[in-house]
């Protein structure tokens, strides 16, 4: 199947109902294809990509994943931080 920009809000759906369910694994499953679904349509440095990783993190922080979930929401960070000196 081809990748299409709206497959990203599908993984990310399913990601959440396995989230809901406290199934990280799985979770964490689908918000990586997502993540990485996403770098085919926007690069590093877009508001999606710092979304996506805010996700995973969270998923990180569930598992206990600490240093993973900081990583993660530190690259969030710096992504949100240039886009504010940019405007």
Known sequence: ???HPDK???LENMAVVYYLQANYDKSEEYLQKAKSLVLTFY???HPQYANY???LAQVYVEKKKYT???SL???ALSIYQTKEDIN
């Open 1 to 3: 199947a081809e990748d």
């Open 8 to 10: 990203i809000s599908t």
């Open 43 to 45: 690069d590093v440095q």
């Open 53 to 55: 990783c805010e996700l």
């Open 68 to 70: 993973s979930a900081d």
């Open 73 to 75: 929401y530190a690259v």
